[in-house]
């Protein structure tokens, strides 16, 4: 969630927007203020305010070019907040008010729906709004067009099982990634790489259910590389908030795979090893992430952070529970043909991590 190099981007475009016949500069000034204000508070956290912020500004101001960057900040609120529903409608909102007029607006729109749609579920529509917002490439950041859509898109794929996409789009993502770095005229902070780094491998579990932990661990396995990357560069804003990310998609996985339900219909201990047949074909690929993100760790005579060492350190215990759990012994009873007829959880895709370290 990117909010800082588009929030940053906002403001030298809609500099460039000239003030409309009739408003006074005093008008133009507090308009500045209002949106400065807002824009302080989505970077700062606080998005019940810069919702508030957003909506007042809407009141004052109804007829102010500047409405669709205050809509589009509403919007980030919203998704902050997990009001997805609301989210969604603002940022359609926008694509369709601003697609002529403002295709930059309109472009990040599209952009953000396709967050919006992964956390409501709907991975066909994240799809479409990548593929949409693909077509304002012109008038959205270079590391959005190059390596972003690419990573989700890839994202996406693996979490169908489509192998193939889900590689080709990841080789597109780390080649994007290296042409952005190449031609990027500004300097490349910390700041920026981790925040670029975050929007890659950032994964939604709002939607995760028995039904589909697999799904979601093929999602995490291909694009969870961007997201460790994002740590390297100790930045307070974006490599916390990977931290957070990274911890919060394991535990969720975990608590998942632990909590998975004992069968109805059985006898309790055919129902037991139903359940803990189960668990061992989630656990197994569980463990595939922690070993693949270790990686990712700083080598011998490498210096690590504080966001390093405490996702190494958290990974190591979960390791450690997740072992425990493939290890435990279950009596095997006598399987029915009832039992026998289970469909089995499709393997996941495997991709091979990119050997660049850099990357």
């Known amino acids: 969630m990117f909010l800082v190099f588009f929030l940053g981007a906002w403001v030298v475009a809609c500099a460039s927007i000239s003030m409309p016949r009739g ?3 005093s008008q133009g000034m507090s308009e500045a203020t209002a949106l400065s204000q807002i824009e302080q508070q989505l970077t700062e956290g606080h998005f019940e305010a810069a919702l508030a912020g957003a909506n007042q500004f809407q009141a004052a101001h109804p007829f102010s070019l500047r409405s669709q960057k205050v809509r589009f900040f509403k919007g980030r609120a919203l998704e902050e907040l997990g009001r997805w529903s609301e989210a969604e409608q603002t940022y359609r909102a926008i694509s369709v008010i ?3 007029n403002q295709p930059e607006i309109s472009a990040l729109a599209l952009y953000r729906l396709s967050y919006v749609y992964e956390a409501l579920g709907d991975d066909q529509r994240v799809l479409t709004s990548l593929f949409e ?3 304002y490439a012109p ?3 270079p590391e959005v067009t190059n390596a972003e859509i690419p990573s989700r898109l890839a994202m996406v794929y693996a979490k169908e099982n489509n192998a193939v996409e889900a590689r080709k789009w990841l080789v597109q993502a780390d080649l994007g990634l290296r042409k952005t770095f190449d031609s990027r005229k500004e300097p490349l902070t ?3 790489l981790a925040q670029t780094y975050y929007n890659m491998g950032a994964i939604s579990t709002e939607q995760l259910s028995n039904d589909n932990i697999m799904t979601v661990l093929q999602g995490q396995q291909a694009v969870q590389k961007y997201l460790i990357r ?3 560069y100790g930045d307070p804003l974006w490599s916390a908030k990977a931290l957070e990310k990274l911890k919060s998609t394991y535990l969720d996985l975990w608590k998942a795979i632990e909590a998975y339900p004992e069968p109805g219909g059985y006898e309790p201990l055919v ?4 359940k803990k047949d189960e668990q061992l074909k989630l656990a197994g690929p569980f463990m595939d992430l922690l070993s693949e993100a270790e990686l990712y760790r700083p080598g011998t005579g490498q210096k690590s952070n504080t966001y390093q060492n405490d996702f190494f350190v958290f990974t190591a215990d979960l390791r450690t529970r997740v072992g425990g759990v493939l290890a435990s012994p279950l009596l095997t009873p006598l399987m029915s043909g009832q039992d026998k007829a ?3 959880l499709k393997a996941p895709v495997k991709i091979v991590p990119s050997e660049d370290p850099n990357l």
Do not use: T
């Open 230 to 232: 994002a740590l390297q």
């Open 190 to 192: 910390e700041a920026w």
């Open 139 to 141: 008038f959205l950041p």
């Open 342 to 344: 289970r469909q089995p």
């Open 98 to 100: 601003s697609e002529k």
């Open 23 to 25: 408003e006074s500069s």
């Open 133 to 135: 917002a693909g077509k």
């Open 271 to 274: 129902a037991q090893k139903i």
